[in-house]
């Protein structure tokens, strides 16, 4: 393994890099970042969490020309999400490099007042939407002619069908895209995708697979089988019994999630949704939410969650099963990042194993079935807890402990409290029963005196 240097990096980006841990490249930035340096223009495939977005940042904040005010590069990303993730990343590795690169983020659903008046900072590296960026343009308020590094992050989405025509109507906006360098990158390479790209002028193909194309072996693989209609409840008794930090909980469909969400909340969990039709105030929300810890589960279709990156995801769950091997390592690359623990737990109804198996077969992985004792609410069950799951159920049983220590101090002092309060209640009784006044001389009692 080579280290940055040797792949001609700047020595400011490479102190920045080791400042976050980052000694050596990965195999996807080693064969990515030279070819980038060189003018190469390329299309790369690697699996998620393999550092895609470091491979074409580096040589693009290396390659910007700071005195230069005007747009040098721009990276689109099929989502919000992913957008705003790829501008941190690069604001990041700018300030720590002390490099003065602007970045902005543009993307559709947010003020574009705003943006245009943002515009105003002369960014030097944008991302963003193509809808958005497009209408910036032909608006006059976005100028493309110093363009010369393009990146599309997950390419496959933005050159497939749905996002297609405005990936195209930006390339055609760029004034000089035949002198474009472009960067492609994703996990995986649809033949649809990659053969509109060859529209964009000779491509480098990089594919990654070696060890890094392989799931983590610290990420461990479990089904579950059970009917369709028992799918939503099985997850709540997975969520309570496995003692779930932050789990992801993917579903294929749209119109499955507000009945999901409303099962899953009626049972007590803390849940939310991540789906593409939510504005962007509420997947921001539900993002914040889900980062600080105050959601449990997140409910995600395929496309809003393809990307994220976050921190202490320790349970995948495959309420719906993925359509293809590469589906289901996307979703599974959400979990045991950075040597982390994880696990993806894949609900199956019996007509759904053999696609499984096929599954499994194609990933080189076992998938290993969840066990269980038989119990109606798999109470007895012994789940794969993670090193969080574990930690939290002991940090339960000590506030149990403190709790029912406090219960028992409380209960003596009420106690001795009420023997102190029946003392001075009998000093009371006593002392009314003495200055009680007389009473009146009966009829009686005058004749006798």
């Known amino acids: 393994m080579s280290d940055f240097k040797a792949l001609g990096m700047d020595e400011r980006l490479i102190a920045a890099l080791a400042a976050q841990g980052i000694d050596e490249p990965t195999d996807v930035q080693a064969a990515v970042v030279p070819a980038a340096l060189a003018g190469q223009s390329l299309i790369a495939t690697a699996p998620t969490g393999t550092g895609k977005t470091l491979a074409y ?39 720590r490099a002390g490099l003065g690169i602007r970045v902005q983020g543009i993307i559709g659903g947010a003020n574009i007042a705003r943006q245009i008046t943002k515009l105003k900072e002369k ?10 960026i497009n209408e910036l343009v032909r608006k006059n308020k976005l100028r493309l002619p110093a363009v010369h590094y393009v990146v599309f992050d997950e390419f496959d989405r933005l050159l497939g069908d749905e996002l297609g025509a405005d990936t195209a109507a930006f390339v055609r906006l760029l004034p000089d895209r035949a002198a474009c360098q472009y960067l492609l990158v ?9 053969e509109r790209a060859e529209s964009l002028g000779e491509l480098t193909r990089i594919e990654i697979k070696d060890e890094e194309s392989r799931l983590p072996e610290n ?50 969990l803390n849940v939310d949704t991540l789906l593409g039709s939510q504005g962007k105030q509420d997947r921001q929300s539900a993002l914040a939410a889900f980062r600080a810890g105050r959601t449990t589960l997140l409910l995600s279709t395929d496309l809003a969650a393809r990307g994220l990156d976050i921190a ?12 293809d091997a590469a589906q289901y390592q996307h979703r599974a690359g959400r979990t045991a990042r950075a040597g982390a623990d994880g696990a993806v737990i894949t609900l199956v109804a019996p007509p759904e194993q ?22 109606a ?3 007895h ?69």
């Open 381 to 449: 069950q012994k789940a794969p807890e993670s090193k969080a799951a574990r930690a939290a159920k002991k940090a339960q049983r000590a506030a149990k402990s403190q709790r029912t220590h406090v219960a028992a101090q409380a209960r003596k002092a009420k106690a001795a409290s009420r023997h102190r309060n029946q003392g001075f209640q009998g000093l009371h009784a006593h002392s009314r029963k003495k200055q009680a006044p007389a009473k009146p001389a009966g009829k009686a009692d005058k004749q006798r005196h």
């Open 123 to 132: 960014p030097q590296l944008v991302v963003g939407s193509a809808g958005r």
């Open 57 to 95: 940042l580096l040589p693009i904040l290396q390659q910007i020309k700071e005195e230069d005010r005007t747009v040098q590069a721009v990276v689109l990303a099929p989502t919000y999400e992913l957008a705003m993730q790829i501008a941190a990343v690069a604001r990041d590795m700018s300030q």
């Open 219 to 268: 990420l461990r693989h479990y089904y579950v089988v059970t009917d369709f209609r028992d799918k939503i409840g099985r997850v709540r008794r997975l969520a309570r019994r496995l003692h779930i930090q932050r789990g992801l909980v993917f579903i294929n469909r749209l119109y499955d999630a507000e009945k999901t969400l409303a099962h899953l909340r009626y049972d007590g």
């Open 186 to 194: 994703s996990a995986t390479a649809p033949h649809k995708a990659v």
């Open 312 to 323: 202490g995801i320790d349970y995948v769950i495959n309420l719906d099963l993925p359509d």
């Open 377 to 379: 609410d798999d109470s």
């Open 354 to 375: 053999k696609k499984l198996a096929g599954i499994a077969q194609s990933l080189g992985i076992t998938i290993k079935k969840l066990r269980r004792e038989a119990s």
